[in-house]
Every structure is written in C-alpha cells, then in structure tokens.
T-cell receptor
Framework: DAGVIQSPRHEVTEMGQEVTLRCKPI?????LFWYRQTMMRGLELLIY????????DSGMPEDRFSAKMPNASFSTLKIQPSEPRDSAVYFC?????????????FGEGSWLTVV | SQQGEEDPQALSIQEGENATMNCSYK?????LQWYRQNSGRGLVHLIL?????REKHSGRLRVTLDTSKKSSSLLITASRAADTASYFC????????????FGQGTTLQVKP
C-alpha cells in the first residue's frame, strides 16, 4: 500500500500568494483529515471529511483557508492569500471510520514557509 | 483546546533504560491511542487501548489506561537510540466519527 500521499513536500511562497496542498488518501478509507503542526500550537485538526463530505471544519483558522474533497481519492487544502503565520507543517491523514479503532494513517506532511 | 496533555514535555534517558510518558484527557472516550513522530516525518500509530481495557502490551510498549483519572501512560522498556522521537496520545472524545484530538506530545531522547 502506498500510504497517504501528499504534495508538495516543501513549499516556499511569498505572502499574498495562493497555496494549494494536495492529498491522496489510502484507497478504501472513508475519512480524511487535515492537521496543522507548529511548535507553538502543536497538532491542530483543521477539518475532516467522511465519505467526501466535510463533517467538522471548526478548526479552520479563517476564511483564507478552504478544503475540498471532490472524490474519494483526492483532497485539497487551499490558503488564499497566504500569510507568514501560516508557516507550518500540514498533514493529511486518512482512516476507515467505523472500523472499531479509527487508527489514523498520516502522510509525510507538506512543509509550508510563507515569507 | 487539546484533549490530551502529555507529561513530561521532554525526556532524556540512556539507552537500555525505561521511558514513561503520561497523558491526561478531559472528556469520556471510546479509546485512546499513542502515536510516534520521528523528526521531519508524519505520525505513526503505535497502539490503541479501548476504554474497557486497563493495560495493553505490544513488543516493548506497555500502555495503561485509568478512565477514573482520565489518564494513560506509555512505557517503553529497554529503550534504544532508535526510539528517539516525539510521542503523542490521541483521543476520540467518545465520538464515532473517527475524529482524533492529539496532545502536545513528549519529546524523547535516548542517548547511546
């Protein structure tokens, strides 16, 4: 199994630019999560989808952030416009909800630096 | 706010020693999980303990759960330099949605 695949792995962008992070979950998983990790705030859940439907987006910082899941094998997290405080590692993760354990499988992360 | 809080924040031990990390949480749970994160990598699931279990073992890992105190501990026995990583507990807050909330983590350094 290829695991959760994220792209890009690293991105450096200028303030004000649009950033799009991409994720391919593990085939067959029905839940997808976007987390953000920083030294100051730790690992924060931004949004999660179940069967491609956003269930809880209460962790999304503000309107500059948006996430979509057009199909079961693809999701995007978009930041527009980006700001330096958005610099963080963004993790996508997937799981098979209802499997009695909800073990989450993480991608390797997208390291974002906004200058 | 984070559901789980780990203690200590950082731990440094010698190879061969045991490492114990603690986690406290706030709400009722269905299960509690521990994850490991190597520097620059994603989190990897280690072990899951259900709310009706008190102790679970997996190799050199031992996890305990005390639901009355809303706390859990992760013990790594006979530590190795390769165990150097950050360790996180995560809880589901008794939901069945698959949503997990992670603690701040314990950074473990095992010196060879």
């Amino acid at each position: 199994d290829a695991g959760v695949i994220q792209s890009p792995r690293h991105e450096v962008t200028e303030m004000g630019q649009e950033v799009t992070l991409r994720c391919k979950p593990i085939s067959g998983h029905n839940s997808l999560f976007w987390y953000r990790q920083t030294m100051m705030r730790g690992l924060e859940l931004l949004i999660y989808f179940n069967n491609n439907v956003p269930i809880d987006d209460s962790g999304m910082p503000e309107d500059r952030f948006s996430a979509k899941m057009p199909n079961a094998s693809f999701s995007t997290l978009k930041i527009q416009p980006s700001e330096p405080r958005d610099s963080a590692v963004y993790f996508c993760a997937s799981s098979l909800a209802g499997s009695g354990g909800n073990t989450i499988y993480f991608g390797e992360g997208s390291w974002l630096t906004v200058v | 706010s984070q559901q789980g809080e780990e203690d200590p924040q950082a731990l440094s031990i010698q190879e061969g020693e045991n490492a114990t990390m603690n986690c406290s949480y706030k709400t009722s749970i269905n299960n509690l999980q521990w994850y490991r994160q190597n520097s620059g990598r994603g989190l990897v699931h280690l072990i899951l303990i259900r709310s009706n279990e008190r102790e679970k073992h997996s190799g050199r890992l031992r996890v305990t759960l005390d639901t009355s105190k809303k706390s859990s501990s992760l013990l790594i026995t006979a530590s190795r330099a390769a165990d150097t990583a950050s360790y996180f507990c995560a809880t589901d807050g008794s939901s069945n949605t698959g949503k997990l909330i992670f603690g701040q983590g314990t950074t473990l350094q095992v010196k060879p």
